[in-house]
């Protein structure tokens, strides 16, 4: 996949299938756009191209965290490259670009910037000044322009809506079983290995504490889940804790760690990936030490409980 970071480095060409978006999650529902502009360009023997911009607008129009993300940057490119996206744009969205008329950001950016044969955009699409664009102004420019525009719908699974937000809403409430499934993937995360405060080593569950890549990415609802741990290229499975630790601290910060099954090395410093498998439980304080391990042992058959009847 081809990674263009400004307009000049792309050579216009007309025989273009695109898409735009912000693409946050790249959910069911954005893969299906995906998957259209793949097989248009194929039976028109173009390029495909999709377009997106970062950071994600409404944390720069309205101020950092102001929307947390379901997938950073590099996720997104991983993702995309393994979708068979032949070229993406990443535009840098900042309030100067944001100032940029609907018209003259298609006219400068797509039309005579990349080229266009063909556009297929989702039915909810808005974009420049004030999101005063929509699908309806692309069709008028495509009628002007010459290129056609394809509108798809809204994607539903069983009757759940298909939308970054709503991904956010079933995240927020710990559903990462819903998550999972308006993804199509299990929903992770990455960062590096950092040193913690050790006391998961003294209760018999040393951890891994990761420090996240990016501020603005979205955790799931406080508590105990299930993951899958990524590691070196290896992949192992373990319990994800993600909470203010409440046994030992009146207050603290949000802090994920997991407990890898079977494991005992040094990888500190190291980049990981959770996938998040199943939620076991909300956060709980304890009121002792010894109640916290009873329950982190229960924890520990319940995860091994749910794996062994996946894999078997």
């Known amino acids: ?72 940057l590099k996720e997104k490119q991983d993702i995309l490259k393994k979708s068979g996206t032949e070229n993406l744009f990443v535009i840098n969205f900042t309030k100067d670009f944001s100032q940029l008329p609907a018209e003259k950001f298609f006219s400068d950016y797509i039309i005579n910037g990349i080229g266009l044969k063909e556009i297929i955009i989702g039915y909810d699409f808005h974009f420049g000044k004030g999101r005063g664009g929509s699908i309806e102004t692309i069709i008028e420019m495509g009628k002007k322009n010459n290129f056609k525009v394809d509108k798809v719908e809204e994607v539903t699974l069983n009757g759940n809506k298909i939308s970054s937000t709503e991904i956010r809403k079933a995240l927020t409430a710990g559903n990462v079983l819903l998550v999972n499934e308006l993804l199509g993937r299990y929903y992770s995360f990455s960062g590096k290995i950092v040193q913690g405060d050790k006391r998961g080593r003294t209760l018999g569950f040393p951890t891994a504490n990761i420090n996240i890549d990016d501020r603005d990415k ?38 994920p760690e997991v407990y890898v099954y079977d494991f005992d090395e040094d990888i500190y410093d190291e980049f990981v990936t959770v996938n998040i498998i199943e939620r076991l439980r909300g956060e709980e304080k304890f009121s002792s030490a010894e109640d916290l391990i009873a329950q982190m042992n229960k924890d520990k058959e319940a995860g091994l409980e749910i794996l062994s009847k996946s894999i078997n």
């Open 1 to 72: 996949m081809q990674v263009y970071n400004d307009l000049f480095s792309i050579k216009k060409d007309e025989n273009t299938v695109l898409t735009i978006g912000t693409f946050d999650g790249i959910h069911l529902g954005h893969q299906e756009i995906i998957e259209k502009v793949k097989k248009k360009a194929s039976e028109l023997k173009a390029r495909n191209f999709l377009v997106t911009f970062n950071p994600h607008p409404k944390n720069v129009l309205a101020g950092s965290g102001s929307v947390k993300i379901l997938s950073t």
């Open 218 to 255: 979205l955790l799931p609802a406080l508590g105990i889940y299930l993951v899958e741990f990524l590691v070196n290229d290896n992949k192992y499975y373990g319990l994800l804790s993600i909470g203010r630790r409440p046994t030992f601290y009146n207050e603290g910060n949000v802090v």
